[in-house]
Every structure is written in structure tokens, then in C-alpha cells.
């Protein structure tokens, strides 16, 4: 195994010996792990985060996203302004 701060890398067939070893790894602290085959990274296995507690982290997450290419951003406003247009018309609470 490899160990660094925030990414271990580790063989497939030694992910597969302590594979508890590794989740515990990465589910008590927090760090990825990337399985490897033949010298090359074949998966990786990540932690699931829980909900931002504050609005600070959760700015602090919005912030590491990958950006969107523009066209990508457009195609997909496109497509949920055509998703509100198959939509039926609302009806009154009071009828």
C-alpha cells in the first residue's frame, strides 16, 4: 500500500485481502483509495459525504465542483425549459 494524506494506492488483489482494512480507511479518515491493476488506477473507492453542516462548508463544496462547460450549461437549460413546457397547466387551489 501507498499512504499519503488524503489518497492511498493499493493493488486489486490486496484491496481484496483487507478490503475492511481499506473501507475502514476511507470511511473513518475520509481518504480515497485508488485500486490498481498492472501499474495503472483501474477504480477508485471515496468516501460518501454527509450533509454540509453549516453554510460555510457547503460554500466550500460548491466551490471544489467542476465547473460546467457553457454548452453544457445550455443544453441543459434547454432541456428543463422543455421538461416545463410538457408539464400541465397548474390548477387552482380554489376549484
Known amino acids: 500500500m501507498i499512504w499519503s494524506m488524503s ?4 493493488s486489486v488483489a490486496e484491496a481484496a485481502k483487507d478490503f475492511l ?9 475520509g481518504e480515497s ?6 501499474g495503472k488506477a483501474v ?4 468516501p460518501v459525504l ?3 453542516q453549516t ?9 471544489s465542483w467542476a465547473k460546467v462547460p457553457p454548452d453544457e450549461g445550455n443544453a441543459f437549460a434547454e432541456d428543463i425549459e ?10 387552482s387551489a380554489w376549484d
Do not use: F, S, Y
Not at 489518497?7 to 493499493?10: F, G, R, S, V
Not at 453554510?55 to 466551490?63: K, P, Q, T
Not at 422543455?82 to 390548477?91: Q, T
Open 82 to 91: 422543455a421538461a416545463r413546457r410538457n408539464l400541465p397547466p397548474l390548477k
Open 21 to 29: 482494512k481499506l473501507l475502514d480507511l476511507v470511511e473513518n479518515k
Open 33 to 38: 483509495a485508488v485500486l490498481m491493476r498492472g
Open 50 to 52: 454527509g450533509p454540509a
Open 7 to 10: 489518497e492511498t494506492a493499493i
Open 55 to 63: 453554510c460555510a462548508e457547503l460554500a466550500d463544496r460548491v466551490g
Open 43 to 46: 477504480a477508485t473507492l471515496n
